[in-house]
C-alpha cells in the first residue's frame, strides 16, 4: 500500500490531479485492484473525473481478491461495494464506480490488446519487475503505451533499472526519478515528450 501511494497516486496521479478536470488513466497490471481503489478515492477528494483502463491477463479468483482486507483499511463510503466491482465487473464492458469513475478492464496482454491513440494522461506501469518479466520492459512495449498517451502525459513505474530508463528515453520520455517508497531509493516518473 505504501508503495502504491508513494509511486503511483503520489508521483502520479497528485501530479496531475489539478491540471486536469478528466483524467483517462491506463494501468498495466491490474492485480489485486489496490491502484484502482487507491485512484477511486483520489478521485473523490479531488473532484475530477476519471477514465480508468485496466489490463489484466490473470484475473484473481473470487476467493483471491475476497481475502484481501483493502475494504477495511482503505476507509470511505462506497469502498467495500466498490472494490466488488472492481472484481465482478465484466472485461470489455465500461462501468460506473461513481458517477465521475468509470473502468473498463481488457482481459488481455499489454503486448496484445488495443489501444487507442493519444489517449492517456496517466499511465500505472505496475507489471512485475523485469527481472520476472523481462518481455514486459521492452522497447515495443514502451513504444505501444507511449503511443497511447497524451503529449506531457506521464508513466509512473517503481523501476528505475538501467535498462528501463534506456528504454523509456528511447521512445522520447523525458525522465525524472523521485525518491522511491521506503526502501527504494528512487522510482521512475516519465514525460512524454513531443
Ligand atoms: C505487480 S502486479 C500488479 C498489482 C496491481 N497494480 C495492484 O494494484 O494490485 C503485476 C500484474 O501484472 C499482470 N501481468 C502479467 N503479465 C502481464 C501482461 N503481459 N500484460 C499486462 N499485465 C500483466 C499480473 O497478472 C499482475 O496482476
Redesign the pocket.
Known amino acids: 500500500m505504501q508503495e502504491?501511494e508513494c509511486v503511483?497516486i503520489q508521483q502520479g496521479y497528485d501530479s496531475l490531479a489539478k491540471q486536469f478536470a478528466q483524467l483517462h488513466i491506463l494501468?498495466?497490471?491490474?492485480?489485486?485492484?489496490?491502484?484502482?481503489?487507491?485512484t477511486l478515492k483520489r478521485s473523490i477528494l479531488w473532484k475530477n473525473n476519471v477514465h480508468y483502463t485496466a489490463?489484466?491477463?490473470?484475473?484473481?479468483s473470487t476467493e483471491e481478491w475476497g481475502s484481501l482486507n483493502y475494504p477495511h483499511v482503505i476507509s470511505g463510503q462506497h469502498t467495500n461495494e466498490s472494490f466488488s466491482l472492481i472484481h465482478n465487473s465484466e472485461f470489455g464492458k465500461e462501468i460506473a464506480l461513481t458517477s465521475n469513475f468509470k473502468l473498463i478492464k481488457y482481459h488481455?496482454?499489454?503486448?496484445?490488446?488495443d489501444l487507442p491513440d493519444e489517449m492517456y494522461h496517466l499511465v500505472?506501469f505496475?507489471?512485475?519487475?523485469p527481472q520476472v518479466?523481462p518481455?514486459?520492459w521492452t522497447l515495443d512495449v514502451f513504444e505501444k503505451v507511449a503511443r497511447s498517451m497524451q503529449t506531457g502525459g506521464v508513466l509512473v513505474t517503481y523501476s528505475a533499472k538501467g535498462s528501463v530508463k534506456r528504454a523509456l528515453k528511447a521512445c522520447g520520455f523525458v525522465l525524472e526519478h523521485p525518491a522511491g517508497p521506503p526502501g527504494k531509493r528512487e522510482m521512475t516518473r516519465a514525460v512524454k515528450g513531443s
Do not use: H, K, R
Open positions: 502504491s503511483f494501468e498495466v497490471g491490474l492485480g489485486t485492484g489496490l491502484n484502482c481503489l487507491l489490463i489484466e491477463p490473470y484475473p484473481l488481455d496482454t499489454i503486448q496484445a490488446v500505472y505496475d507489471a512485475f519487475g518479466q518481455e514486459l
